[in-house]
T-cell receptor
């Protein structure tokens, strides 16, 4: 089956520190990969995505590269801000003209201290 | 463009009762999926509807059911509520019909069973 393994949290960093949240996946077929972010009391927001090997997704200073050889999609940001404090979820989907389903990792809670 | 709307935002029910949650997808989106989020189990897929048909179902008991209307709005129903059904229920809509569609989430309905 499909699965996503995510770095255990919580992660606490100082403002302007470098962030990496590791994510690896197992999938049959060719998945699309996503990072979602969840702020307190909210639903999930799509942060970035990549749909094929070597694609780099980026948004709001966050980046992740789809690495097929290592089955990874690590999230990075060069300089985090207090407003980045949230829970981050790595996810995959294998959309095949009619099978829309996301498989999520367990989530990583990130806290940025000033 | 309006986002995914879930109602109600909060709900308190008594064990043994039933509950109905509603989701209005983004205009033009025909796929609606439901997820259950709990601290212990994380995000788990419930089911997905497309053009009023359930296409995919997660591993939940038959007490959990759903439907989709001709305008793509969806409802999910949980009968004979148990304490363990307390969770944040998230709805996601997607355009679907193509490869690699991304899902957009609502803010969720927080259900508390007492």
């Amino acid at each position: 089956g499909n699965s996503v393994t995510q770095m255990e949290g919580p992660v606490t960093l100082s403002e302007e520190a470098f962030l990496t949240i590791n994510c690896t996946y197992t999938a049959t077929g060719y998945p699309s990969l996503f990072w979602y972010v969840q702020y307190p009391g909210e639903g999930l927001q799509l942060l970035l995505k990549a749909t094929k090997a070597d694609d780099k997704g980026s948004n709001k200073g966050f980046e992740a590269t789809y690495r097929k050889e290592t089955t990874s999609f690590h999230l990075e940001k060069g300089s985090v801000q207090v407003s980045d404090s949230a829970v981050y979820f790595c996810a995959l989907s294998i959309s095949n003209f009619g099978n829309e389903k996301l498989t999520f990792g367990t989530g990583t809670r990130l806290t940025i201290i000033p | 463009k309006a986002g995914v709307t879930q109602t109600p935002r909060y709900l308190i029910k008594t064990r043994g009762q039933q509950v109905t949650l509603s989701c209005s997808p983004i205009s033009g989106h025909r796929s609606v999926s439901w997820y259950q989020q709990t601290p212990g189990q994380g995000l788990q897929f419930l089911f997905e509807y497309f053009s009023e048909t359930q296409r995919n179902k997660g591993n939940f008991p038959g007490r959990f059911s759903g439907r989709q209307f001709s305008n793509s709005r969806s409802e999910m129903n949980v009968s004979t509520l148990e304490l363990g059904d307390s969770a944040l229920y998230l709805c996601a809509s997607a355009r679907a019909g193509t490869l690699n569609t991304e899902a957009f989430f609502g803010q969720g309905t927080r259900l508390t069973v007492v």
